[in-house]
């Protein structure tokens, strides 16, 4: 989970209107639908339309339980998933990065009933990221099916990255941050672990969780495919497939795409967020590079790098990126092949590169006269994160912290009354890859 510090439950929510470098990027806006009353959850974190035939929605906590509602967003009595005795997460403490951060459902599901947590958990007073498999029966997760198939040392409770997702592939994605350094010294650029080729963290991994193998006279719940890029360099772990992360939270692939690319939202230290779409091999920077700017002069060239394909500046408004989705949805025909992401305290923002320049909008929420009557939500003081359902309609989860204590709110993204963007014909959108290559980079 990104960290936020305790200074920014100060802050108040700005949206920038954008006009530099002669583009001008005007400012949409979107109203919210509250399809469920969550201000009982206190700590949502990641929303899943579900595909085992019957619909509904899973809604997970950082406190380890996941939800379960119908299609109709009627919640059912029995939790989907209870981890709140196994995940270390303090729910008094709003900056907790720790907890159940992400889930994924098996491509399969509807057959085998598989899915997949990301979460920290505690062992002998050490904190460890654990990837697990569990199943489904009978409407809920059977915590006796649990098989670990990673756990992975952290040095201290920071930067615990966060997202499990399936690839067009069949295989199972996983962002890891670096874990930060050990007691919190308050120098971070001294991890290196997301440069340690023998290290899992501050990576992308990818493994086949379809096949098992036995390593060392250990059974492993999975298999390394056999076209990882590190296959057989003895300095690289053979599940790594891209390294260099900081704290890579919330991806997602673009499927519509030719390329069906892999978008990640890096989360920086002092200096710049990044957007990335993460290539096989790829070297992302950390600890030595932050964004674009080089954090050790004289020694920034980096083997294997990828650039960032947009980044933006800390300050105050905007300082903890939240990866998002490349928007395919009907509801906003206008960003169709957006990268529609976001910032814990700067909003919600979309990256565009249809004319070959890459231009940032920022979206407002419209005022509750434009919208209609079951659509004027409220957006809270901190993004938490972005979700996407299986027709390509984008929620947001946010999050307000009060003397009374914190409240959370599930929301849809929905257009206000009347005709909110020119009616095109979405079918004839040329899809264009985001790429550094060709962009003016609009902040």
Request: hydrophobic share 35%; aromatic share 10%.
């Amino acid at each position: 989970m990104i960290q936020v510090d305790v200074w920014i439950l100060s802050c108040v929510f700005l949206l920038i209107a954008v006009s530099l470098s002669g583009l001008s990027a005007t400012t949409p806006c979107v109203c919210l639908s509250e399809p469920m009353k969550s201000g009982s959850l206190g700590s949502p974190i990641l929303l899943l339309e579900n595909t085992n035939g019957s619909g509904g929605y899973l809604v997970a906590e950082q406190t380890g339980k996941i939800h379960a509602y119908t299609s109709d967003w009627k919640e059912q009595k029995e939790l989907f998933l209870d981890l709140s005795d196994e995940v270390a997460f303090d729910d008094r403490d709003p900056t907790d990065e720790r907890g159940l951060l992400s889930f994924a459902l098996h491509p399969e599901y509807r057959v085998n009933q598989k899915f997949y947590t990301y979460s920290t958990r505690t062992y002998d007073e050490q904190d460890y990221i654990v990837v697990s498999e569990i199943t489904e029966k009978d409407g809920q997760g059977d915590l006796s099916t649990e098989k670990i198939l990673l756990a992975i040392r952290q040095p201290s409770p920071l930067r615990n990255g966060g997202t499990v997702l399936f690839g067009p592939d069949g295989f199972l994605y996983i962002s890891i941050g670096d874990g930060g350094v050990p007691g919190n010294t308050g120098n971070e650029q001294l991890a290196n672990q997301a440069q340690d080729g023998q290290s899992l963290l501050g990576k992308v991994l990818r493994i086949d969780v379809n096949n098992r193998e036995v390593i060392d006279d250990i059974l492993r719940y999975f298999r390394v495919p056999n076209d990882n890029p590190f296959i057989g360099n003895q300095s690289f772990r053979p599940e790594v497939y891209a390294y260099g992360g900081r704290n890579m939270f919330r991806c997602s692939f673009d499927t519509n795409s030719p390329g069906k690319e892999l978008y990640c939202g890096d989360n920086g230290n002092h200096d710049q967020e990044e957007i990335n779409i993460i290539k096989k091999g790829g070297n992302y920077g950390w600890n030595i590079k932050e964004g674009n700017i080089c954090l050790s002069p004289g020694n920034c060239h980096l083997e294997n790098e990828v650039l960032p394909i947009y980044t933006f500046n800390n300050s105050e408004t905007h300082n903890a990126v939240i990866g998002g989705y490349v928007y395919h949805g009907t509801a906003f025909p206008d960003f169709v092949g957006h990268y529609v992401f976001g910032d814990v305290v700067g909003g919600l923002m979309s990256l565009d590169n249809s004319t070959g320049q890459l231009v940032r909008y920022n979206i407002s929420v419209c005022s509750k006269a434009a919208c209609q009557c079951n659509a004027r939500a409220d957006y809270g003081m901190f993004l938490r994160t972005l979700s996407q359902d299986n027709k390509g309609e984008l929620y947001v989860i946010t999050s307000t912290f009060s003397a009374s204590g914190a409240s959370a709110a599930v929301l849809k993204l929905v257009p206000k009354s009347g005709n909110l963007f020119k009616n095109r014909n979405r079918n004839s959108v040329k899809h264009v890859t985001l790429t550094p290559l060709n962009a003016k980079y609009v902040e």
